[in-house]
C-alpha cells in the first residue's frame, strides 16, 4: 500500500513541480514572516499542573502579598551609614524607581521607620537629607538593634546593603521580568566605578532565558557545522550538502511559525526544538539523495524514472520512520505541564515538517 502511495506522490509532486514548489515557498515565506513574533513565556504557571499544592500555595501567597518577584541590589562599603554612601544609596534608589515595571523600591533611605513617642507610633524615614555624621552615627546604632532591618537591607556589621525592588506578579507574564532586568542593569553600569551584586527570581529568570538562547543557538551552530562536514564527507556534492541542511532548517523555520501563528510562546523546553529537528530530519533527505545517487550506474538513466523508483521504494521506510517518531514526540502532549506539552506538539510538527519537504522538495530540485 505505501509503494502505491509512493507512486501516487510521486506522480503528484513531479507532474505538477512548480505549483508545489509555490505551494512550499509560499507556505516558508508565511512561517519565516512569523518567527520574529515568537515570544518567549517561561511564567512559573507552565511548569505546575493545575491544582498542584505548591501551586496553590504560590497563589494564596500572591493574593496576600502581591508579589514575591522582587530584583536584589547588594552594594559594600567599609561603612554604610557614612553620609556620602547613604547619598549614593539615595541616588541609587530613586534611579531604580524609574525602572520600567518597579512597583516600590526598599533601602536604607526610602524604608519606613516606626518609633513608639508614648502611646503613638511614629511613622517617617530612617534618614533625613542632608545627613551629617552625628545623625547617621545614631541611627545606625538604632538600626543595627533592630532585627526589622538587619537581614533585610543591611548586614549585621554595617558593610553591606540592599536596595530591593519590587515588581509586580504578573500571571501567566515574562516578558516584563526581562525588560525590569535589562533595566536595571542598564542603570548600574552608569556606576562603572562602583561593584554591585544583584540577584532575585526575576534576575534568575533572565538568565536561565538568556543561557538557554544562548546555548540552543551554540549547539544548532556546532550540529550545523558537524552536518555539513558529515554530509560532504558522505556525498562529496554540493547538492548532497544543501538540500539536507535547506529541508531542516525550513522545517524548523515551519515549525517555529506554527508556534508563533498559533498563539503560544516559546518556552525553555522549545529551544530544543532547533537540535531536535536537525538531528531527526536530515535522515529523511540524506536517504533519499544516497538512494537516488545509487541508481545511476551508467549515468544514462532516465532522471524521471529514476526517481519514481526512490518514491517506489524509499516512502513506505520513510513515512514509518517519520510516523512512528512524531508519535513518540506527540506522547508529550498527554502531559498536564504546559511547557512539556508545547514541546511535544512542536517537535511532532517539526518531524512531519522534516518528512514532507523531504518527499516534496529534495525531489523536485533533483529534477
Excluded at 158 to 181: M, Q, W
Excluded at 277 to 305: C, P, Q
Aim: proline fraction near 4%; include cysteine.
Amino acid at each position: 500500500m505505501t509503494a502505491r502511495v509512493g507512486e501516487w506522490v510521486a506522480r503528484v509532486c513531479l507532474t505538477y513541480r512548480k505549483s508545489v514548489l509555490s505551494l512550499i515557498v509560499a507556505i516558508s515565506a508565511l512561517a519565516v514572516s512569523a518567527v520574529p513574533r515568537l515570544e518567549f513565556d517561561n511564567a512559573l504557571e507552565n511548569w505546575f499542573v493545575s491544582g498542584d499544592p505548591a501551586l496553590l500555595a504560590h497563589d494564596r501567597l500572591i493574593d496576600t502579598f502581591s508579589s514575591d518577584d522582587t530584583i536584589v541590589v547588594g552594594y559594600a562599603a567599609p561603612d554604610v551609614f557614612a553620609p556620602e554612601v547613604l547619598e549614593f544609596i539615595d541616588e541609587l534608589s530613586a534611579e531604580l524607581e524609574t525602572a520600567p515595571h518597579v512597583e516600590k523600591v526598599f533601602s536604607l533611605t526610602t524604608i519606613e521607620s516606626i518609633v513608639g513617642n508614648g502611646e503613638t507610633l511614629e511613622v517617617g524615614k530612617l534618614f533625613e537629607f542632608p545627613v551629617d555624621a552625628e545623625q547617621a552615627a545614631a541611627t545606625r546604632e538604632r538600626v543595627l538593634a533592630n532585627e526589622l532591618y538587619v537581614g533585610n537591607v543591611v548586614s549585621a556589621t554595617g558593610d553591606y546593603t540592599a536596595v530591593i525592588a519590587r515588581l509586580p506578579h504578573i500571571k501567566g507574564d515574562f516578558n516584563y521580568k526581562i525588560e525590569s532586568v535589562k533595566a536595571i542593569e542598564a542603570i548600574l553600569d552608569r556606576y562603572p566605578g562602583r561593584e554591585f551584586d544583584y540577584s532575585g527570581a526575576p534576575v534568575m529568570d533572565e538568565r536561565f532565558y538568556a543561557l538557554s538562547e544562548r546555548d540552543s543557538a551554540t549547539t544548532s551552530t556546532l550540529m550545523v557545522i558537524f552536518l555539513v562536514g558529515t554530509l560532504w564527507f558522505l556525498m562529496r556534492s554540493t547538492a548532497g550538502v544543501l538540500l539536507p541542511i535547506a529541508t531542516v532548517v525550513l522545517a524548523l523555520s515551519w515549525t517555529l511559525g506554527w508556534l508563533a501563528l498559533s498563539g503560544f510562546q516559546a518556552n525553555v523546553m522549545t529551544t530544543m526544538l532547533p537540535a531536535v529537528v536537525l538531528a531527526v530530519g536530515v535522515a529523511d533527505s540524506m536517504h533519499i539523495l544516497v538512494d537516488y545517487r545509487n541508481r545511476f550506474v551508467t549515468g544514462d538513466e532516465d532522471k524521471m524514472e529514476v526517481l519514481r523508483a526512490v518514491y517506489r521504494d524509499l516512502f513506505g521506510p520513510l513515512y514509518l520512520t517519520s510516523l512512528t517518531t512524531a508519535i513518540g514526540m506527540m506522547s508529550l502532549s498527554i502531559s498536564r505541564v504546559l511547557g512539556v506539552r508545547m514541546f511535544g506538539l512542536c517537535a511532532a510538527a517539526g518531524v512531519v515538517g522534516a518528512f514532507f519537504l523531504s518527499i516534496t522538495l529534495v525531489p523536485i530540485v533533483l529534477t
